[in-house]
């Protein structure tokens, strides 16, 4: 019972301590950062930030060359890591439960036959497939207070973008396609552009469950014109889509809608389209010719350090010398 005792008083004394302590360095931590005229003293808290840099051109947001190569150097990562299989990596963890990984030396590189794999897509047509992208769905927060609404048409956005005229659509089509699959020949000046949409409505209301009821009779009927599907341009960006790269644009205009199937529990908007953009990366107009260069040769990151540094140097030598100071005047040549 002793025993008992002490460990009971050794716990009160660390919790009363512990408890002094976080008030005491909340009060300290809210006066210093609320008092203007605070002494910083080392009992403080320093910020060291260092003005200028590529750091603060970014916050600045300003399109410097600095700023260029860092953005460009951030996509050809993306673009490389894209090419490696990450489930070889294991992790397990020790006696004191900390992770600890393995094979993160040896990534596996993905193969072309995994790479082309791809779900069941209609294709009657037998048509080269080009593309599988699926329509992803971003919450955000609605007009209405902060409440997500699960069905609405206005809280989410998604990988889909349609344009369209002046009228506005009973139902914006592109909120609830759940995928878009492009097939054409290669090498040809139109695509045929399919839609998936759901042959059910879902739990969250009468919304939807018009729209199928409107997608039925649009299919029984073969009535392909319709304000659901009148758009002047469709595009997206790829984002872990089958058959391409990462961060490239898909668009398409005069667009006609030619067909409607039914196919594994979808509909299939099927629609001729003039192809704008077929797949074209985003980020080769952040490409530079210098740092094309430095990635041939392979550079090694103290080189292109090395560099940059050298150039900002000659920069500023040049600043100073085409500038004569008389006095409190600056005269620049």
């Not at 005229?165 to 878009?180: A, C, H, L």
């Not at 629609?271 to 953009?277: A, L, M, P, R």
Request: proline fraction near 2%; charge should be negative.
């Amino acid at each position: 019972m002793t025993k008992f005792k002490k460990i009971l008083g050794k716990f009160l004394i660390g919790l009363r301590l512990f408890w002094y302590s976080l008030f005491y360095g909340m009060e300290s931590a809210n006066k210093m950062l609320t008092d203007q005229n605070g002494d910083m003293s080392d009992n403080g808290i320093h910020q060291n930030i260092s003005k200028g840099g590529v750091m603060n051109d970014l916050l600045e947001q300003k399109v410097t060359k600095e700023v260029e190569e860092l953005r460009e150097k951030h996509y050809r990562i993306i673009k490389e890591a894209d090419k490696y299989d990450p489930t070889t990596i294991t992790m397990t963890f020790d006696a004191d439960g900390n992770p600890i990984f393995s094979n993160t030396n040896h990534l596996s590189k993905k193969t072309y036959t995994d790479y082309m794999k791809h779900p069941p897509v209609y294709n009657d047509e037998n048509l080269k497939i080009r593309v599988i992208q699926d329509n992803k769905i971003t919450q955000k927060e609605t007009s209405i207070g902060n409440i997500n609404i699960p069905n609405g048409l206005y809280d989410y956005d998604t990988t889909l973008t349609i344009t369209r005229g002046m009228y506005i659509p009973r139902f914006e089509i592109d909120k609830f396609v759940t995928k878009m699959v492009v097939r054409q020949n290669y090498g040809a000046e139109r695509a045929l552009v399919d839609f998936y949409l759901p042959t059910n409505a879902s739990q969250f209301g009468k919304i939807d469950a018009i729209l199928i009821s409107n997608l039925y009779s649009m299919f029984e009927k073969k009535n392909y014109r319709s304000d659901l599907t009148e758009f002047e341009s469709i595009e997206w960006y790829s984002d872990k889509a089958w058959n391409s790269d990462d961060m490239c644009l898909f668009k398409y205009d005069d667009i006609v809608l030619v067909n409607i199937s039914v196919f594994d529990g979808s509909f299939v908007f099927t629609f001729d389209c003039h192809i704008v953009s077929d797949g074209k990366s985003i980020v080769e107009k952040y490409m530079t010719e210098e740092m094309e260069e430095k990635y041939k040769e392979l550079a090694p990151k103290s080189k292109t350090v090395d560099l940059l540094a050298g150039k900002r140097r000659n920069e500023k030598l040049d600043e100073k010398n085409n500038k004569i100071n008389l006095g409190n005047t600056i005269i620049k040549l």
